[in-house]
């Protein structure tokens, strides 16, 4: 079975942009969050979708949006791209949501480089 | 806000040794621990997990301890062999959602 699938892989943008990073989840996995991990630190939350609703967001401007699509996909979105926007961007589904020991999955990430 | 850290960033080993990597914890509300491997151009990949009504929990090769009392969560890694090689995360979820907070990461090097 495929695991978590992100596109692209590689992206570069110039400041001032927008982006749209694509996740594809674990078949039957109903959740997705999405994380940022900038080199050298851990993994930061910016959201989870669960059958289609928003249901938590980190501490991240409103330049930062996402939606999750009728087959559990997702997609996040950047406007307005700062160079401190340059980190790689995790996507993690998971098969539930609300028990609060949901396992995690997460995919290999696209590494944005804003210039 | 509370955060998940980490003691030490690099951590070097022989092969065949035994690695403990440590990782404190601030927030007592916690009830949900994970520790992730992250390979140099890879995702986190899920190691173990355990829930804070636990004190110890075993996989293959590897032990997760829980000490509530002093907050504090470690990873031993049986016999290290060189694909150990990785970052190695704790995390912990605070709630009914699946938001985890992450430490900054301990680097485990194998040495042959």
């Known amino acids: 079975d495929a695991g978590v699938t992100q596109s692209p892989t590689h992206l570069i943008k110039t400041r001032g942009q927008h982006v749209t990073l694509r996740c594809s989840p674990i078949s039957g996995h109903k959740s997705v969050s999405w994380y940022q991990q900038v080199l050298g630190q851990g993994p930061q939350f910016i959201f989870q979708?669960?059958?289609?609703?928003e249901r938590g967001r980190g501490n991240f401007p409103d330049r930062f949006s996402a939606r999750q699509f009728p087959n559990y996909s997702s997609e996040l979105n950047v406007n307005a791209l700062l160079l401190g926007d340059s980190a790689l961007y995790l996507c993690?589904?998971?098969?539930?949501w609300g028990s609060g020991n949901e396992k995690l999955f997460f995919g290999s990430g696209t590494q944005l480089s804003v210039l | 806000g509370e955060s998940v850290g980490l003691h030490l960033p690099t951590l070097s080993v022989q092969e065949g040794d035994n690695s403990i990597i440590n990782c404190a914890y601030s927030n007592s509300a916690s009830d949900y621990f994970i520790w992730y491997k992250q390979e140099s151009g890879k995702g986190p990949q899920f190691i173990i997990d355990?829930?804070?009504?636990?004190d110890k929990r075993q996989g293959q090769r590897v032990t997760v301890l829980l000490n509530k009392t002093v907050k504090h969560l470690s990873l031993q890694i049986a016999a290290t062999q060189p694909g150990d090689s990785a970052v190695y995360f704790c995390?912990?979820?605070?709630?009914?959602?699946?938001?985890?907070?992450f430490g900054t990461g301990t680097r485990l090097q194998v040495m042959l």
């Open positions: 355990i829930r804070s009504n636990m």
């Open positions: 995390a912990e979820n605070t709630g009914t959602a699946s938001k985890l907070t």
């Open positions: 993690a589904s998971s098969l539930e």
């Open positions: 979708y669960y059958e289609k609703e």
